[in-house]
T-cell receptor, first 116, second 114 residues
């Protein structure tokens, strides 16, 4: 079975500092996508960043970057220069590429609080 | 704005009742997914439709059903409601074939069962 694990239920960071959220996954697939979604208090699900498993280069989107370790099945999210607006629940998600369905498998989430 | 529209945004009803949640996918997206998020929980996959046909089924209760219509909008029907059905129900859409994997989510329908 394919699973996504986020072992940090809650984290806190001071404004302007850097924080890293952890995610591990389990799959026998070789080609897949990984995502980080953000859910702020508004409850909207917002895509933060995407990584394709066949690409060795880590994805970066402005202040957000990932550390993708395929062999270790690890996919952590680093947020630099944290801002108050980054306060949200962050979900790691996985989907095999080219499968019969594109349903995302989500982790249980990490609640990040950015402190002023 | 993701382009996915869900109605209603909020719904309060009583146990034993039936409700229908509606979703309009992004223009051009053929695939619709329904997820349930209970209080302080992750997202649980319920069901996926592709171009009108059921494509995948998750942990969807027998009291729940869904369908996708020829115009590609989808409805999730919840019947014989119980207190535990109170949750945020998300609809998401994607191109599916040839996509880059991500789903685009609506704002959700918050269901409260009293």
């Amino acid at each position: 079975a394919q699973t996504v694990t986020q072992s940090q239920p809650e984290m806190s960071v001071q404004e302007a500092e850097t924080v890293t959220l952890s995610c591990t996954y389990d799959t026998s697939e070789n080609n897949y996508y990984l995502f980080w979604y953000k859910q702020p208090p508004s409850r909207q699900m917002i895509l933060v960043i995407r990584q394709e498993a066949y690409k060795q280069q880590n994805a970066t989107e402005n202040r957000f970057s990932v550390n993708f370790q395929k062999a270790a099945k690890s996919f952590s999210l680093k947020i630099s220069d944290s801002q108050l607006g980054d306060t949200a629940m962050y979900f790691c998600a996985f989907v095999p590429r080219g499968g019969a369905t594109n349903k995302l498998i989500f982790g249980t989430g990490t609640l990040l609080a950015v402190q002023p | 704005d993701s382009g996915v529209t869900q109605t209603p945004k909020h719904l309060i009803t009583a146990t034993g009742q039936r409700v229908t949640l509606r979703c309009s996918p992004r223009s051009g997206d053929l695939s619709v997914y329904w997820y349930q998020q209970s209080l302080d929980q992750g997202l649980q996959f319920l069901i996926q439709y592709y171009n009108g046909e059921e494509r995948a089924k998750g942990n969807i209760l027998e009291r729940f059903s869904a369908q996708q219509f020829p115009d590609l909008h989808s409805e999730l029907n919840l019947s014989s409601l119980e207190l535990g059905d109170s949750a945020l129900y998300f609809c998401a859409s994607s191109v599916f074939q040839g996509s880059t994997g991500e789903l685009f989510f609506g704002e959700g329908s918050r269901l409260t069962v009293l």
